[in-house]
């Protein structure tokens, strides 16, 4: 009486399995393996896209008369599309493209941010270490850090006579703030366990430094290096416009002086992004430095 | 009886503004070279401040440690401590972390291939080396402990200081590692001194068992011998009447004579 119900049981869904799973072999491919990853890639980049278009599109009609004191998105591509189109080109000395003028100020922001990074590590960790220096240097760091950038430039340029070290030093003294204060706090948030360790291995100063105190205290070392970031960038901007040469400040004040708008526009897109970018890169390095990082 | 590790009227009186309380009175305690002993006492009777004390991480406020007739007031490898939660480097993986003591310790005296061969014995010890390059992250706690129990055992210690180092595990692992530190210790003649708040483990691991009063001024309440032979197997141990005479004087201890107390 068992012998046919078990050779029912197992027949009918031996026969079914097979046919589901060749049907399954041939599908899964395209929409599994795949498929996810189609899918978030739209969801990243499509509603972005559909934002964009809605506030050109806004825009275009605010500003479609021809009196208005904005130029519109259709008049900048007609007038200033060299400008997006040829980023490289250079015929003059003050006759180039926006990618040339960008990375004159990069290598600005390179050098004052690089400054204010090893200089604001190493002070934000003698900062952190002592419970004196802390109670007399913080507070003088929390009134310095809301300085506007600007506002250092003229101290600046009395002090190095000459605008290149200026706009670098008013890089440096706007970056330096938000990294002091972070490393100083990620050191002072070094759990006592990996003091202990450090004890007991008897590990001397520098030792410790490399050993324990930047990769416990990185994380934080690393959301004030991106602050910093973005604060040289918006200094370097602002501090060309005042001191000439060939940056990416300077041009928008050229070209305000000489009434061309749609190219303001375009320099905006530029710095914009290039902003963005920064941003992203520092983020980027520090996840990859920072992994593992995190106590478990 | 001189004693290897020596513990002379140890104070310890925290202080933090005007408030001050003496968690520590009067602890001597000596123990024999090779010797396994353990701490056992309420949570918060101050054991863990001993212990540290021992490693030289916490000043005793008054007394001496001894080791080898020198007195120790600064932590170093000679006393590796196994700390309470494992205290591994996140950033390092398994091996690295082994390895940052090997090279502190014998970086001056031995080369580069023999520290690294010492690192991966250590490895081997605690039959780890399938998780060499495993971050503390990706492992589990019980492979955690393991790791910083090689760290500890590889800076060849004159004295190894275990903060109840199975405290945070489930009890198949626990038994586990106890066996583990068991041969270990049986291996290598270790002198050990472990603090632990569980009785079974204490009458298994230890050659004596040192219990503690309640805090605060808490001290050496007693002092007991565990005459068991090794090596030891705790299957057969359960009904040996030495170990149940020896674990029913740890019980009244504790819960009859020195009942923990909620603190005021
Ligand atoms: N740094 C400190 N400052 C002030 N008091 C402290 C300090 N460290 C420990 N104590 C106090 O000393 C007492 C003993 O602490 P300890 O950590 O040694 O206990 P323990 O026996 O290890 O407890 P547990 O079994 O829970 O780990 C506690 O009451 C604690 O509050
Ligand atoms: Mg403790």
Same mark, same amino acid.
């Given at each position: 009486?068992?012998?046919?119900?078990?050779?029912?049981?197992?027949?009918?869904?031996?026969?079914?399995?097979?046919?589901?799973?060749?049907?399954?072999?041939?599908?899964?491919?395209?929409?599994?393996?795949?498929?996810?990853?189609?899918?978030?890639?739209?969801?990243?980049?499509? #509603?972005?896209?559909?934002?964009?278009?809605?506030?050109?599109?806004?825009?275009?009609?605010?500003?479609?008369? #021809?009196?208005?004191?904005?130029?519109?998105?259709?008049?900048?591509?007609?007038?200033?599309?060299? !400008?997006?189109?040829?980023?490289?080109?250079?015929?003059?000395?003050?006759?180039?493209?926006?990618?040339?003028?960008?990375?004159?100020?990069?290598?600005?922001?390179?050098?004052?941010?690089?400054?204010?990074?090893?200089?604001?590590?190493?002070?934000?960790?003698?900062?952190?270490?002592?419970? !004196?220096?802390?109670?007399?240097?913080?507070?003088? $760091?929390?009134?310095?850090?809301?300085?506007?950038?600007?506002?250092? !430039?003229?101290?600046?340029?009395?002090? $190095?006579?000459?605008?290149?070290?200026?706009?670098?030093?008013?890089?440096?003294?706007?970056?330096?703030?938000?990294?002091?204060?972070?490393?100083?706090?990620?050191?002072?948030?070094?759990?006592?366990?990996?003091?202990?360790?450090?004890?007991?291995?008897? !590990?001397?100063?520098?030792?410790?430094?490399?050993?324990?105190?930047?990769?416990?205290? &990185?994380?934080?070392?690393?959301?004030?290096?991106?602050?910093?970031?973005?604060?040289?960038?918006? &200094?370097?901007?602002?501090?060309?416009?005042?001191?000439?040469?060939?940056?990416?400040? $300077?041009?928008?004040?050229?070209?305000?002086?000489?009434?061309?708008?749609?190219?303001?526009?375009?320099?905006?897109?530029?710095?914009?992004?290039?902003?963005?970018?920064?941003?992203?890169?520092?983020?980027?390095?520090?996840?990859? &430095?920072?992994?593992?990082?995190?106590?478990? | 009886?001189?004693?290897?590790?020596?513990?002379?009227?140890?104070?310890?009186?925290?202080?933090?503004?005007?408030?001050?309380?003496?968690?520590? *009175? @009067?602890?001597?305690?000596?123990?024999?070279?090779?010797?396994?002993?353990?701490?056992?006492?309420?949570?918060?009777?101050?054991?863990?401040?001993?212990? @540290?004390?021992?490693?030289?991480?916490?000043?005793?406020?008054?007394?001496?440690?001894?080791?080898?007739?020198?007195?120790?007031?600064?932590?170093?490898?000679?006393?590796?401590?196994?700390?309470?939660?494992?205290?591994?480097?996140?950033?390092?993986?398994?091996?690295? @972390?082994?390895?940052?003591?090997?090279?502190?310790?014998?970086?001056?005296?031995?080369?580069?291939?023999?520290?690294?061969?010492?690192?991966?014995?250590?490895? *081997?010890?605690?039959?780890?080396?399938?998780?060499?390059?495993?971050?503390?992250?990706?492992?589990?706690?019980?492979?955690?402990?393991?790791?910083?129990?090689?760290?500890?055992?590889?800076?060849?210690?004159?004295?190894?200081?275990?903060?109840?180092?199975?405290?945070?595990?489930?009890?198949?692992?626990?038994?586990?590692?106890?066996?583990?530190?068991?041969?270990?210790?049986?291996?290598?003649? @270790?002198?050990?001194?472990?603090?632990?708040?569980?009785?079974? *483990?204490?009458?298994?691991?230890?050659?004596?068992?040192?219990?503690?009063?309640?805090?605060?001024?808490?001290?050496?309440?007693?002092?007991?011998?565990?005459?068991?032979?090794?090596?030891?197997?705790?299957?057969?141990?359960?009904?040996?009447?030495?170990?149940? *005479?020896?674990?029913?004087?740890?019980?009244?201890?504790?819960?009859?004579?020195?009942?923990?107390?909620?603190?005021?």
């Amino acid at each position: 009486m068992t012998m046919p119900v078990t050779h029912n049981d197992s027949a009918a869904p031996l026969y079914d399995d097979e046919i589901e799973a060749a049907f399954r072999r041939r599908r899964t491919p395209l929409l599994l393996k795949y498929g996810g990853n189609i899918r978030d890639f739209f969801a990243a980049v499509v #509603p972005p896209l559909i934002t964009l278009g809605l506030i050109l599109l806004v825009w275009q009609l605010l500003c479609v008369r #021809p009196d208005s004191a904005l130029p519109s998105p259709s008049r900048i591509w007609s007038e200033a599309n060299d !400008l997006i189109l040829h980023p490289f080109y250079e015929t003059g000395s003050q006759d180039m493209g926006l990618g040339w003028r960008v990375l004159t100020s990069l290598k600005r922001v390179a050098v004052g941010f690089g400054l204010a990074s090893v200089a604001g590590i190493l002070l934000g960790a003698f900062v952190g270490q002592s419970q !004196l220096a802390t109670r007399g240097l913080d507070p003088i $760091f929390q009134i310095l850090r809301t300085v506007p950038p600007l506002a250092w !430039l003229p101290i600046s340029l009395a002090a $190095f006579r000459d605008s290149q070290p200026s706009a670098i030093f008013v890089i440096f003294i706007t970056s330096i703030w938000p990294i002091v204060i972070n490393t100083a706090v990620g050191i002072r948030n070094i759990p006592q366990d990996y003091r202990n360790v450090a004890a007991v291995l008897q !590990l001397n100063q520098i030792e410790f430094f490399w050993k324990i105190m930047i990769p416990s205290a &990185a994380p934080y070392i690393f959301s004030g290096l991106r602050i910093g970031v973005g604060l040289s960038w918006l &200094a370097i901007v602002a501090a060309e416009m005042l001191t000439g040469g060939v940056g990416i400040g $300077f041009f928008i004040w050229d070209a305000w002086n000489s009434s061309r708008l749609p190219d303001i526009f375009v320099a905006l897109i530029y710095i914009g992004v290039t902003g963005f970018m920064l941003d992203r890169l520092v983020a980027f390095i520090g996840t990859i &430095a920072t992994r593992g990082a995190q106590a478990s | 009886m001189t004693g290897y590790l020596k513990i002379e009227n140890v104070d310890k009186t925290f202080s933090r503004g005007g408030a001050s309380t003496k968690v520590l *009175e @009067n602890v001597c305690l000596r123990v024999e070279k090779g010797q396994f002993v353990s701490i056992i006492g309420h949570s918060g009777c101050g054991k863990s401040t001993l212990l @540290n004390i021992v490693a030289g991480l916490t000043k005793a406020t008054s007394g001496v440690v001894l080791l080898e007739e020198r007195e120790v007031n600064a932590p170093g490898p000679d006393r590796a401590v196994v700390f309470q939660n494992h205290s591994l480097l996140p950033w390092l993986s398994a091996y690295d @972390n082994i390895r940052l003591a090997v090279d502190k310790v014998f970086g001056a005296t031995t080369t580069r291939a023999k520290r690294h061969e010492w690192t991966m014995h250590n490895l *081997e010890l605690v039959q780890m080396v399938h998780a060499r390059d495993k971050r503390p992250g990706e492992i589990s706690g019980g492979m955690k402990q393991r790791i910083g129990i090689a760290r500890a055992l590889a800076m060849q210690p004159k004295v190894l200081l275990l903060d109840e180092p199975f405290g945070a595990l489930d009890a198949l692992t626990r038994a586990h590692l106890q066996d583990q530190v068991m041969a270990l210790q049986e291996q290598m003649g @270790n002198t050990v001194m472990m603090i632990t708040h569980d009785v079974d *483990e204490a009458v298994l691991l230890s050659d004596r068992i040192v219990m503690m009063t309640n805090g605060p001024q808490a001290t050496i309440g007693e002092v007991l011998d565990v005459p068991l032979r090794r090596p030891r197997d705790r299957i057969s141990l359960a009904t040996d009447p030495t170990y149940l *005479e020896c674990r029913q004087r740890v019980l009244q201890f504790l819960y009859e004579r020195h009942r923990y107390v909620e603190a005021a």
